[in-house]
Each structure stands twice: as C-alpha cells, then as structure tokens.
C-alpha cells in the first residue's frame, strides 16, 4: 500500500509539472531598432546648431567665469547661468557629448532630409564628415572637462568644428538650387581629357 500512495504523489507531481511546462512562454519584447523621427534639417536646428553655438561663444566669454549681471539670455554659454548643471563648463562638456551624439543619429538609416531626399547615409564621404564631427565633438568635451580656458585652444576648437561643419555643407546643403538640391548625390567629374 504504501508504495501504491508513493507511486500515486509521484504520479500527481509528474503531471502538475508536465502541466505547467505546456503552458506558452511570455513572447520576448522586441529588440528595439534606432527609427528617424525627425528630418535631417530638424535634427540639425535642434541639436548641432545650438550646441556649436556654445562652442563659438567661448571666443568672447569664459564659461568659467560668472556670467555678466542681467545675462541670463544673451549668449549661448549664459543662458542658463542660474542653473549650474546646466551653465559654464557643463555647458561646454554637453556641447561636446551633443556634437558626438549627433553624428550617430545623422546616420540612422532611412531619415529624410528637410526636401524630402533620403540622407546620403551611404556615402564615404557623409560618413567621413559624421566621423569628424563626433571627433570634435570629443575634443570639445575633453576641453570642458578640463576646466581651463585658453584662448588659443577655443579657436583652434572652434575652427575645426566650423570646418566639419562646412566639409559636409559645402557639398551636401550649400547647393546652386537649394533646398531642392540638398542631400543629392552628385556624380564624379569625368577626368580632364589630356
């Protein structure tokens, strides 16, 4: 009898486990994929454009240095002087984070440009220049991080940034029939014949 009883708890946990093991796994959450929101002319007015701005005003105002009286909306580095973590060189240290962060959302696949033209996401030398941009990008939050103004280092910043800048819209933006023409892939010119 009581190896009948045994075989029969047995019995009762094998088929409550074999019950439980049939019922259907929760489904995984899908793996989440970077999706454009925005077209390349807003992320550029909302994220590079400001941001350079920080990085340009360091060649008239110190972001170490209190922000002049009744300045709370005049230059980029100010503008938020009443909130430390937002002002000075924190300024400068997002400034640099931002810049780099934009090179990587300017080559998120299947984002359009402000006329409708797919991002040239595909060609080396966007990628180049998203590449240069990230790296400036870098020097700048290595240069907030330090905490020393020196002049000659923020025009040097500065330049280099302006130059990425221009690298891109000198053949990308800055076109003979623009906005229509922005984004647009050019053909190479044919070799000079000799």
């Not at 094998?14 to 439980?20: Q, S």
């Not at 006329?115 to 020097?139: C, H, M, R, Y």
Request: charged content about 20%.
């Amino acid at each position: 009898m009581k190896r009948l009883c045994a075989l029969i708890a047995v019995a009762a946990f094998v088929a409550v486990g074999c019950n439980r093991a049939s019922q259907p796994a929760e489904p995984a959450a899908a793996a989440f994929t970077p999706t454009p929101h925005g077209t390349l002319l807003q992320v550029m007015r909302g994220l590079p454009f400001p941001q350079s701005n920080i990085v340009f005003d360091m060649q008239s105002n110190d972001p170490g240095k209190p922000a002049k009286a009744g300045d709370g909306t005049g230059n980029a580095t100010s503008q938020y002087s009443t909130i430390p973590e937002y002002a000075g060189w924190n300024a400068i240290v997002t400034a640099g984070v931002a810049l780099q962060e934009t090179a990587n959302l300017i080559l998120i696949p299947g984002r359009k440009c402000g006329n409708g033209q797919p991002v040239p996401v595909d060609q080396e030398n966007f990628k180049k220049w998203a590449a240069d941009l990230s790296t400036i990008g870098a020097e700048v939050q290595k240069f907030g991080e330090a905490k020393t103004y020196n002049e000659d280092a923020v025009l040097e910043l500065a330049g280099k940034l302006s130059d990425a800048c221009a690298a891109c819209h000198d053949v990308y933006r800055n076109t003979p029939k623009e906005p229509e023409d922005r984004c647009l892939v050019k053909a190479a010119a044919p070799a000079a014949a000799k």
